[in-house]
């Protein structure tokens, strides 16, 4: 018997020992989001490189679908227990703000690292504060089937034209993909709306945003456009308002789709899953009489204030933007690089890529609005009530207008 | 008695082993329940803070809108619509389960799969089957010709209501039929001997006998499915995530949104109220009618 609580004494003292030792590591943790194209085995590596160079800090990468990943931040803000470094959409940066939970982050990373980043991508910098690096950064482009497209249409007038000709569904081949379902954002609407020399709010003279102004000419024709495309020409796949993005795209690249509009993402994709038809990237198109625009999105990684690892946080951002890690990050997620000791690397002189950085200067961000996630579903919602035939394209964007003018208080 | 005794007794003891438990339910029930109701009279920021009282604001907020009277009618045919069938598949079910045949105990295993599997994995094999081009309903409806062109089944409101239904009553099923299966075994065998004896036909028997002897089994049964069904996120959040539009929100999807997406705390912990005040109403009328019939058979 007395041998036997001997024995529990030792392992209780050996388990305190071994907690006590443990407990010494300083933990990061990291809410890390799961990019089309970027594989697991990729987190998994960087984690256990990351903790060889630096014995001394536990790294967690916290895996999370992008669709879900606002959510489960604001989930893990509100129940008080944030991540130290969490990657974010740049667009949620001033909702967080507002929350007053980022930390400036220029402080906490090397001069080298912040150096090596192309001042033009900071848009994590607000009111001259940097709180967010850029992790991606992409304009949205358009891909089409080469092998039955023999030239890439410039506006979305010759898109249709061409779509008439190669819609065939009863062979389950769709001209052109149209998602109809939410994912993350609001980007097919963007595409025809920038496209149209529209935006969605008035840009006041000190830079800051005014009325909503999705019901003006150029937001109700693109609205008017992609009705038409849905639900006159039928030259969309059917269904519309049952696609999220990422189902879009495993249409395209199951090769039902004829033209589908998306990010560099795609690309990465069509080409990590061996496709066996012939396809291309163009910019995106526009509308006659109107100048290309696209829209450009960044995504950023962002540093909390109640962190307790600041120092390793900085540590382990210094170690991700090295060049071995970041050229396997941009290759796999198909985004042009942030960094610029990598811009001149040839894997980068790509088509895809070259069409991306060609698309910079004309394209357009998404809007810097606290307000923006409730923004987005008002007009998704409305979109989708255009194309179940429940509103004509000019309510819509009316009732989107109204509602979100009210919401904002304007 | 001294204190130091009462502790020595059964009555004691009963206590002692329920703290535990009523720790945990205050912290883990209680606490949360509470602060919702709280915050349902507050004005809170973005993280969930109380920071300034507001009466009935968040109320006021939500019943001025008019898609928020649309998804309370919604979440109560839906809850209507589910517990309803899933009631009489369950019953049908557990009365064949109920016959002796050969192989009664694999056809009770497989009935048993929907319910043993985990909810969000069933509705993201669900969304595959309903997807138009590589689905597998769609394409079973097209090669038997069922339909020449089948409908998209999330991509209209009416469909896509209709489907997530159909899963959230394929989860539920097995729950009632087993439930149901239990009540009719404790049903003493000489009662339908003693029916058959005065001549009763089955639909008699099924009548006179089985209905009045599983009345209470009902009342729990479906009183449990009311409440997990009226507040079933996992199935409308992955088929269609409230969509299209808003057509296919329950109140339960929709204090996610307003909670989750739009920061408006205040408002959600308003619409958990108002969830909980119309759940609390139907268990209590639940509970009067199930005592006032003498309780548990």
Redesign the interface.
Known sequence: MRRWIVGCVVVVVMMLLLSAFAGAQKKVSILWMEYDGLTPDYALNLEKAFEEANPGVDLEIISTPWDLG??RL??L??G?EPPDLAVIGTRWLL?LL??D?VEPIEKWVSKDLLNNIDPALMEGKVKGVLYGLPVAAGTRLMYYRSDIIDKAPETFEEMLQIALKIHKPEE?FYAVGMS???YVELTEYAYYLFGNGGYFFEILPDGSYGKCTVNDEAGVGALAFMNDLVNKYKVT??????YRRD?LQD?FI?G?LGIFLSGGFTAALLEQRGVTFKWDVAPMPHFEGKPQSTIIITDSIVLFKDSDAKEEAGKFLDFFYSDPWRIQFDKMVGFPPVTKSLANDPFFQKPVYKVMIEQIPNAKGWPLIP?W??CN?II??NI??T??GEKDPKTAMDDAAREIDALRGM | MRRGKFWKTESGLAFFFLLPACVFLLLFMFYPIVYVILMSFFKVNKLGDLVGFFGFGNFRFMFDRPEFWQIIVRSCVWTALAVAVKTGIGLVIALLLNVDFRGRKVARGLVIIPWASSVPISAMIWQWTYNNDFGLLNHTLRTLRIFGEPPIWLAEPRSAFFANLWVDIWCGIPFMALVFLAGLQAIPQELYEAAEVDGATPFAKFRFVTLPLLSNVLTVATLLSILWTFNDFNVIYVLTGGGPGTSTDILITYIYKYAFQYLRFGPAAAMAVITFVILLTVSILYARSYFKGGGVY
């Open positions: 606002h959510d604001i989930s803000l509100a008080k909702e507002d929350m939970v389950k109809g379902k939410k796949q059917p269904g519309v308002t049952a189902e249409l199951a039902n307000e996630p409730e579903d998704w919602d989708v009530a194309f179940l």
